[in-house]
T-cell receptor, first 114, second 110 residues
Framework: DAGVIQSPRHEVTEMGQEVTLRCKPI?????LFWYRQTMMRGLELLIY????????DSGMPEDRFSAKMPNASFSTLKIQPSEPRDSAVYFC????????????FGPGTRLLVL | AQRVTQPEKLLSVFKGAPVELKCNYS??????LFWYVQYSRQRLQLLLR??SRESIKGFTADLNKGETSFHLKKPFAQEEDSAMYYC????????????FGRGTSLIVHP
């Protein structure tokens, strides 16, 4: 298994543009998490899906952020419009058994908004 | 709400020296505690969890409920231990969402 797959690995965009980050969880995992990592705030949970349903999105910073999971093998995190303060590394992680088991992280997407 | 505190953003030691990465938590119940590690250019991965009571890569961590701490220790640091370390807490009762600390960057000098 290739593990959790994220794309793109790097994204540079201009303020105001739409950004879409993609994640493919490990096959068979039914929980998916989106995190944001910054120097100032460390690792923050943005949203958590279980069986494709958003369970907790209290970490989503603003309405500019949205996440979807149309099926068990794909999720997107969209920022529209993007702002410079959104610059961070965004991680996707998956786990099995309603998140009770260990989380496996993707390589992350490094986003820079100019 | 539960909280995880890693007081040191950066910890710098020389090879062969003992290392202790501090982690304190606030939660009144019985949490699960974890340490995750992120080596340069690699993904975040689980290092160890307190319920396993095992030593991984020479690291150990003991849950001290009295002090609400879960410090990560290694008696002799190696250069390859240089990485970002995150302490994480997870509570039960249906919520399996972990709370992460802000992380400590460990640098081991030759």
């Amino acid at each position: 298994d290739a593990g959790v797959i994220q794309s793109p690995r790097h994204e540079v965009t201009e303020m105001g543009q739409e950004v879409t980050l993609r994640c493919k969880p490990i096959s068979g995992h039914n929980s998916l998490f989106w995190y944001r990592q910054t120097m100032m705030r460390g690792l923050e949970l943005l949203i958590y899906f279980n069986n494709n349903v958003p369970i907790d999105d209290s970490g989503m910073p603003e309405d500019r952020f949205s996440a979807k999971m149309p099926n068990a093998s794909f999720s997107t995190l969209k920022i529209q419009p993007s702002e410079p303060r959104d610059s961070a590394v965004y991680f996707c992680a998956s786990s099995s058994n309603r998140g009770q088991e260990t989380q496996y992280f993707g390589p992350g997407t490094r986003l820079l908004v100019l | 709400a539960q909280r995880v505190t890693q007081p040191e953003k950066l910890l710098s030691v020389f090879k062969g020296a003992p290392v202790e990465l501090k982690c304190n938590y606030s939660y009144s119940g019985s949490p699960e505690l974890f340490w995750y590690v992120q080596y340069s250019r690699q993904r975040l991965q689980l290092l160890l969890r307190h319920i396993s009571r095992e030593s991984i890569k020479g690291f150990t961590a003991d849950l001290n409920k009295g002090e609400t701490s879960f410090h990560l220790k290694k008696p002799f640091a190696q250069e390859e231990d240089s990485a970002m370390y995150y302490c994480a807490l997870r509570i039960g009762g249906g919520s399996y969402i972990p709370t992460f600390g802000r992380g400590t960057s460990l640098i081991v000098h030759p």
